[in-house]
């Protein structure tokens, strides 16, 4: 899988009531950008959250990509992805055709979260 200008890439969350958490998933869905020079990236939120999943792929469509991957950024595999976000893909795999559409792990199991909780130990620790 190659990654240029007809891939895209969707920071997939939960969604919450609380609009800083979601403008946080935002932030972080476009420093991921950044730092990884992906041009075509956009937050989407399962519920509680603007845009949803369907909305974000229609946004990316929109722009020529061919190729959507779809990031979990949830920590463990639960129901939403167990249940939800199977029947999401689908729907939009249905919709758009012309795409091809896949999903990563959570992050559940990166070698890079034990990394983190050992960073904010070492802060509390001070």
Do not use: C
Not at 3 to 21: N, Y
Not at 24 to 47: I, P
Not at 60 to 86: C, M
Request: without cysteine; hydrophobic residues 45%; charged residues 20%.
């Amino acid at each position: 899988m190659s990654f240029g200008k007809t891939t895209g890439i969707i920071v997939f969350a939960h969604g919450s009531r609380v609009e800083s958490a979601n403008e946080a998933v935002r932030s972080v869905a476009a420093a991921f950008a950044r730092a990884g020079g992906y041009g075509q990236v956009e937050a989407a939120f399962l519920e509680l959250g603007q845009p949803s999943l369907e909305e974000a792929t229609g946004i990316l469509a929109a722009r020529g990509v061919e190729e959507v991957i779809v990031i979990p950024y949830f920590l463990t595999l639960g129901l939403h992805l167990e249940r939800d976000l199977p029947r999401l893909i689908a729907d939009i795999s249905n919709k758009y055709k012309q795409l091809r559409i896949s999903v990563t792990a959570p992050l559940d199991g990166h070698p890079g979260l034990v990394e983190i909780l050992k960073a904010r130990a070492a802060e509390a620790l001070g």
